[in-house]
């Protein structure tokens, strides 16, 4: 990971602490890590639970990972230290919007067990929710929305996941998501289950 570069830095608390930010809106900060494989359905559900959650009320934010190239992270391609850069990046920032008491949804490949790692470590315990979007690499391929998997297995695209580029699955994800078995509306639903049975909303 990368090096502290600058010097003379102090990290200031705030007067507003955690606590009171997630008493506030009524539910604890958490980030929600949705993993898979391209075209998986990551995107999909994480869009999904975050429209349930602000149904019932609570304040949840989708960072999506094409949307999140488009600005903070357009600087990077996709070689192994782009990637581990990519989710570095995104480990940060989503662990600061779960200190400030959302509920922090990323929608990423995020291909490599120890980046998102990265992320479990920077958040308290039971703060970091992994969640597997697990698909067969033929459903994969049949979805393929942006044509993507076409063009790797023509060669057009070079280190892609699932193709060209491994997938490391998570070993313990605390959810795992079946979509060649299960409608968008049962995932949504174990999701928000599970956030309910923690009393994390």
Not at 19 to 33: A, N
Not at 44 to 71: C, P, Q, S, W
Not at 103 to 116: G, M, Q
Request: net charge neutral; with cysteine; hydrophobic share 35%.
């Amino acid at each position: 990971m990368v090096k502290q570069k600058a010097t003379n830095v102090v990290w200031h608390e705030h007067k507003v602490k955690r606590e009171d930010r997630e008493k506030q809106l009524g539910q604890k900060g958490v980030v929600l890590w949705f993993t898979g494989l391209p075209s998986s359905g990551k995107s999909t559900v994480a869009n999904e639970v975050a429209y349930a959650l602000h149904k019932m009320g609570r304040f949840a934010y989708v960072l999506d990972g094409d949307n999140i190239r488009h600005g903070l992270n357009k600087d990077l391609g996709f070689s192994p230290e782009d990637r581990e850069e990519n989710i570095r990046r995104i480990s940060e920032v989503a662990t600061l919007f779960a200190d400030s008491g959302a509920l922090a949804i990323t929608a990423f490949v995020s291909p490599y067990r120890k980046d998102r790692d990265f992320c479990r470590q920077l958040n308290p315990e039971g703060r970091f929710v992994e969640i597997l979007v697990k698909a067969s690499l033929d459903a994969c391929e049949a979805r393929d929305p942006k044509g993507m998997y076409k063009k790797a297995r023509a060669g057009e695209i070079k280190e892609f996941t699932g193709i060209s580029a491994p997938y490391e699955e998570p070993l313990n994800a605390e959810i795992v998501l079946d979509t060649d078995r299960q409608t968008i509306e049962e995932e949504t639903a174990v999701v928000i289950e599970y956030l309910q049975n923690r009393n994390i909303v």
